[in-house]
């Protein structure tokens, strides 16, 4: 044997040797005796206690599944019983846990050879009853942020960690964040037999990228409360292994209710450990979208229950900030359906809410949450606390403004079509709602209604305390046959409604801004007809009183009619409220109080031709918006009862029913006749109208009708003018009407034409 030879015989009989001793060694040694070294090292490590306080032992053994001479390398098995790790200091007295987490056992193989090339490869990990308990102090302080020691290189190791399958039986996390508001108990439980993912997320999910999720391996519940709100929730999540694999999905699949919120999700979770994206199938339901905010803190408005189906994207590290759409999703609010896709994006300062919605039939009443003008049933279902007097009309709950300087919207919403009552002639909506710093604008929020428009222009500035507003609206070309398509003399009418108004005010409620508001009002008419039925259909109980007064159950053509009110400080009062009917031209006076909600208004009617005096009888209005009282006014009926009681003592009994009668051509001779003049002329009135009233056409052939006309066309003028109407200032128009009697009404409305009837 040559001397190379027995050099290298030697050495490869000396490594053979070192390592069957250092196999001996591992096999034969206690290595519970450095357990004290061991946990002081690494509890310096980390700069909190740990400890193995269980057995510390390791054991060569084959690997099992190895083939060829590899097959009869032994690998060495480690394991260690009863592992904790402590808190930091400053958790003293802050939370009831001891330790931040703590482990039962733990087994894992080590394969030898990669060692050689600077790889520490695991094969497997095996965890038993691990348990974390998590704390975040109000201050932003976490036990889970780790102090350690800084390093003596900025050197990268060359030393790699392969770790290739982790499993546990069961696990448990305790979760406490005092800035969330959030006391969470999660419980991690193995399958047993992994589940696929298509079987949870359906054909439609299981397709490109995430056709390769792997399956379903673990399943988890969770209890507690989350920003202050009850949580209990279930679902399944992938292995352990998914989670270091970035280029495979990782499955999720969970059901969780918080407060009277629902949500259902399935799909994966791109490059999980760098959270890199999400496509899921989402399914949300609740009692009100605006229960959404303190689980999400997106700003959306009270509604009643809803659900929605969609499909949520997010990109979860762009540059602007993580990006979430949920597209395509329909879903149901109230009774009414709803359509589209929104895109919210985490930017700064203020995260972003922007998209489109629509609704195919939207019920009308599923608005009234917005302003708080459903019923308190209603409010109590979706959450709210507030409730409406018995005895308030205008809603008095206040809108959210504080979060609405939380996040910037830009969103359309379209509803083609609005189910509503015979008495609310509404066909469509279209509003564009901008949010910017608190300050939210309706422009436009249109409606159509009754063959013509509603458009208004809304600036609710919520920034400010109270929130300042600012409504402008026009109506224009309202059809009156449509306006009271339950009214068949209003059917063959072709008059119009058209309008102004405008009004400013502050409060953070509708009542509060109403209460308080400075502005006008205008509106004419022209064609129309009106009578108690009409009255009835319109559910105007006070309108029906006054009417039924005033005409009795006869239908009465309407010539025209104008009205202008001024609104100062809650308080309308009327500048000009006048209608001309066939048969008497109608005025209304007084004030509407919005800051009280009380009514107070004359109605004094002035007729035409031969009526019955209780024609010319003034009414009232008064009483509140929600039990207004209407009557005649007790002084004038008093003075023709005294009229009665005197002419039936000097003349006879007969002549007491004179005190009720007055002409309308007598309304010309008072001023110049006589007491006695007019006492006889009442007299010979009287016998007339015994002949008349068997005859009614001879009462219009008694007074001329150009006499009427011109008398009725005198008075609207003169009473326009008094007004100052007839003037139009800057870039405005006129709305003029002359009718049939030639009953000619100029009233300023805003717009850059000229509106002519």
């Not at 229960?291 to 499909?311: E, F, K």
Request: glycine residues 10%; proline residues 5%; aromatic residues 8%.
């Amino acid at each position: 044997m040559t001397r190379g030879r027995k050099i290298l015989t030697w050495s490869l009989a000396s490594l053979v040797l070192l390592l069957a001793a250092l196999v001996v060694f591992i096999a034969t040694f206690d290595w519970n005796l450095i357990k004290p070294t061991l946990n002081e090292k690494v509890s310096a490590a980390l700069n909190r206690p740990f400890a193995i306080n269980g057995n510390l032992a390791v054991a060569w053994r084959r690997e099992e599944g190895e083939e060829g001479w590899r097959a009869w390398i032994p690998w060495p098995r480690f394991s260690a019983e009863d592992i904790t790790l402590g808190n930091p200091e400053w958790t003293a007295g802050k939370t009831k846990a001891s330790e931040f987490a703590s482990l039962e056992r733990i087994e894992f193989r080590l394969a030898p050879l990669p060692l050689l090339w600077q790889t520490i490869r695991i094969p497997q990990i095996k965890l038993t009853q691990p348990r974390a308990e998590l704390l975040r102090l109000a201050d932003g302080r976490a036990n889970w942020d780790f102090d350690l020691p800084a390093s003596d290189s900025d050197e990268p190791s060359a030393w790699q960690l392969d770790i290739r399958e982790i499993g546990f039986d069961k696990g448990s996390v305790s979760l406490d964040d005092q800035r969330l508001k959030t006391r969470l108990e999660v419980l991690v439980d193995p399958l047993g037999k992994p589940v696929p993912f298509g079987q949870l997320a359906g054909k439609a999910l299981a397709t490109g990228d995430a056709a390769n999720a792997q399956d379903y391996v673990f399943g988890w519940k969770v209890k507690g409360t989350y920003k202050g709100q009850a949580l209990a929730g279930s679902g399944k999540v992938g292995g352990m292994l998914a989670l270091q694999d970035g280029s495979k999905p990782f499955p999720l699949q969970a059901e969780v209710s918080a407060g009277s919120t629902r949500a259902a999700v399935v799909g994966t979770l791109t490059d999980p450990l760098n959270l890199g994206a999400l496509d899921l199938r989402l399914k949300l339901s609740g009692t009100s979208m605006a229960n959404l905010y303190p689980l999400t803190g997106i700003t959306l408005p009270d509604t009643p229950a809803y659900s929605t189906d969609g499909h949520l994207l997010a990109r979860l590290k762009e540059e602007g900030g993580a990006l979430f759409r949920y597209e395509n999703f329909n879903g149901k609010v109230g009774a009414s359906d709803l359509h589209g896709s929104l895109t919210f994006v985490a930017r700064q300062p203020r995260p972003k809410l922007s998209g489109k919605l629509t609704s195919e039939q939207l019920r009308f009443a599923d608005l009234g949450p917005l302003i708080g003008a459903d019923s308190n049933a209603e409010k109590q279902k979706r959450g709210q606390t507030s409730r409406q007097p018995g005895d308030k009309v205008l809603p008095v709950e206040e809108f959210r403004t504080e979060r609405w300087r939380d996040m910037d919207a830009d969103v359309e919403f379209t509803g083609k079509r609005i189910v509503h009552s015979d008495q609310l002639p509404i066909s469509d909506l279209y509003t564009h709602l901008v949010l910017n710093d608190g300050l939210l604008r309706l422009e436009p929020l249109r409606f159509g209604v009754a063959g013509g428009k509603l458009e208004s222009d809304i600036r609710l500035d919520g920034g400010k305390q109270p929130m300042q507003s600012r409504v402008k609206m026009s109506a224009r070309g309202f059809k009156l046959k449509q306006l009271f398509p339950g009214f068949a003399p209003m059917q063959t009418s072709f008059g119009e409604l058209n309008g102004d108004a405008s009004l400013s005010g502050s409060g953070n409620s509708v009542a509060k801004i109403l209460g308080g508001a400075d502005g006008e009002l205008k509106m004419l008419i022209n064609d129309g007809a009106i009578s108690k039925g009409l009255t009835e259909i319109a559910g105007l109980n006070v309108g029906n009183y006054l009417v039924t007064k005033l005409f009795g159950d006869d239908e009465v053509k309407i010539n025209c009619a104008a009205a202008d009110f001024g609104l100062q400080k809650g308080l309308m009062t009327s500048r000009l409220f006048v209608f001309d009917t066939e048969n008497a031209l109608v005025n209304v006076d007084g004030t509407v109080n919005f800051a009280n909600e009380k009514l107070d208004l004359d109605v004094t009617p002035h007729s035409k031709g031969l009526r019955i005096f209780s024609l010319r009888s003034p009414l009232y209005v008064r009483g509140t918006f929600a039990k207004p009282d209407a009557g005649v006014h007790a002084g004038p009926l008093v003075a023709r009862g005294a009229g009665m009681i005197a002419l039936g003592v000097a003349v006879g009994p007969a002549a007491s029913l004179l005190a009720l009668v007055v002409p309308g051509v007598l309304y010309y001779l008072s001023g110049w006749l006589s007491v006695h003049g007019l006492l006889l002329a009442q007299w010979l009135t009287f016998i007339v109208l015994c002949l008349v009233f068997r005859l009614p056409r001879l009462t219009s052939w008694l007074v001329p009708r150009r006499v009427r006309h011109w008398r009725a066309s005198n008075l609207a003028r003169r009473q326009f003018l008094e007004q100052n109407l007839h003037h139009t200032v800057g870039r405005t128009g006129v709305l003029r009407w002359e009718t049939s009697i030639s009953c000619n009404a100029e009233l300023t409305l805003s717009g850059p034409e000229k509106l002519r009837q």
